[in-house]
């Protein structure tokens, strides 16, 4: 939907273009503000404004209406091309995958911009060069809830290749949909790695008041470059202030809330790290020391395993050609890791004929003990693998991931139990 | 596994039976507590005490070991049979389904009986009668992962034929697995319910220390007795201590931990109320006051409904014939209500065909909107009902309860979409 001809009128004779600071007098009231593109869903007299709150405000005009500009749109900001890297700054190799973080938004006009070049994220936190050299690539530029393995495999391999070529830490911009995923993902393909891997996103897009995509990108900075400890981790917001960071441990993360800035949440664990608004870095808990090991990236996904809540009146029979045609699969099951007992003779079938089951539990937080209960100790009898206080995500990754790499089912079995790269049982607390 | 011969002879020489006091001396150490059952999972040589600090410890016993009664088991407790109801106190009935609430402990010897009746559960609190008349029966006696559309249909039953006979309360003591589940059909099946109905669990069976189960099963009695309040509520532990109860409505609750005595927590919602350790009552969000309107049980629910957790690399493929083949399908999405894309084309098709698709979000906390971004867009035209700020578990069960009271999929689209039980958009705060 686009403006009406009158509401076009209006703009044209105020001489108003995106970006224009103007003043809108309608229904008895005056509004000061910039003027933003108009917005597919808004109406054809609604005119959307950038008040000086930073929020957005959309206003119905009518033949009444006047409108005033007080100061043009500012020209957009001079792009660097190619920055002259500092000596003695560390190198952060920032991949763009695409998501809310990497849409921009030109914070003189206030117009947003869907751009994906990682240099446009940069150039909107000039002060990241102050800390550190940056090497930008685009590598996709997708909504996360379309983000796959053959997505994650090509990360893993974009990590591998940048330290191996000098970068000293790599920060993954994503979409937050599924960033708790490619984090737990990247986690195996790249276990025991010697570089800090952080993924971060923004929970509110860059046009909205104090988006959090640079202060999240900085807080990344500071922490690739000051903490010095290896692995994969998530950094976002550790409240809904602007003051406060979490670095979250890549299989240990969940997206928690559908909107707020700090959605991501450490499940069963301690946060790594917390980074105050002065950049201050707190250890929380454990992580590795950075070093020059070579890192190798096993990036092998095995297809058909499948992730399955569990809820009563669901039908084991109507689920049963999925479960005896999978690999593997991971049940989100009730409470300590219960399904309803009339599933525990064709999990048997299953695990006897070479299928990986293993459980968590849906109330995520706290440790699946399948010895309390009769349900639990039949599941276990029948070959269900119990995977402690694991994330169900975390589980549903690790499991196509070890039937990548293990050439038996009760090799799988046994990968599934033993901690590979942080994912189970208890961790360090500082 | 059963005691070794040694260890029952050092039991028999010293006439130790299940409930006596003893001093054990093994090891160069001296331990003195209750003699508990022995536990299927013990060893042969493992004799456990229940110390004074409520903690069962289990001891190794060899041929060193010295053993000594100094107090046999007390008696059991006399366990009244009808009691006689006082005049003017309320009538409060209480339906057992079974649980680790259920679980009976007897605190003299610390024994415990997985004995089912209400009784037995009323006489464990007997200040219970000092505030209502207590009608108990046991409808089921199962463990809560074994609940389904059956059972929710007899309680559903049992609760109206209840009030009808004049009980001013129900209090349901149930398995905390799937507590959440059914608290839900309950909320649908009895909606505008004019009485009281409280779910209620244990996180901790009877034979650990402090057992939650009297303590809520009394703050249970007093929002009864005393909020005149009606709706399905679960009540639970509000901390982990002892002195905090959270009042839950039926459609927001949702087991958060494995096990923890806070596992409930209200989601996207204030609790109901809140109550201390004196008893006292804080309403905390807008309940209906009770009525004496008849009540009425819709308790059809419809089969072939699935609750889907998206994950990526999910094959729409793979879960083709289970959708195409059911009357409805919640998705608990990612973020703010996606899958993806691969999945849209599948997802019209069984639209079109009648097929009642929903979106939640995995997040849990927060609310759906599909209008952000292409992806929500896109299964909005193709006919996915946005389900706001709804758990997935509660959608899961109402859509089993709208398409068995509705005749088409255009009507019960609109009904998932309608607020019927407190289920979804924002509840008024006091």
Redesign the interface.
Known sequence: MSYSDDTVRLLEAAGATEGSMVVLETGGRSYRGRLMPHHE?SGPDIVILKMKSGYNVGIKVDSGSKLKVEESPAEPAHREADVEPKKGLPTISLIGTGGTIASYVDYRTGAVHPALSTSDMVNAVPEIRDIANIRAKVLFSI???????EHWKGMAECIRDEIASGADAVIIPH????MG??AAALSFMLQGISKPVVLVGAQR?SDRPSSDASTNLMACARFCTEAKKAGVFVIMHDTSGDDSFAVHLGTRVR??????RD?FRSINATPVAHIDAKGKIDMLSDARDVSDEPVIARTD?E?????????????PE??R??IM?SKGVVF???????????FVPMLREACAKGVVVAMT?????????M?????GRDLLAAGVVPLLDML??TA?IKL?WVLANTSSPEEGRTMMATPLAGEMGDRREF
Do not use: I
């Open positions: 869903f909504f996360s809830e379309n983000m796959g393995p979409g937050t949909d599924t995923y490619t897009s997206k928690m809330h559908t909107s707020r959605a996904m297809d058909g395993v499948l992730l399955l809540q569990y809820f009563p009146g669901m039908d109507t689920f050609p999925l045609g989100a099951g009730s409470g300590l890791g219960h399904v309803n007992s009339s539990s849906q109330c995520l937080n706290g440790r699946v003990n010895n309390v209960y009769d349900t169900p995500e549903y196509r």
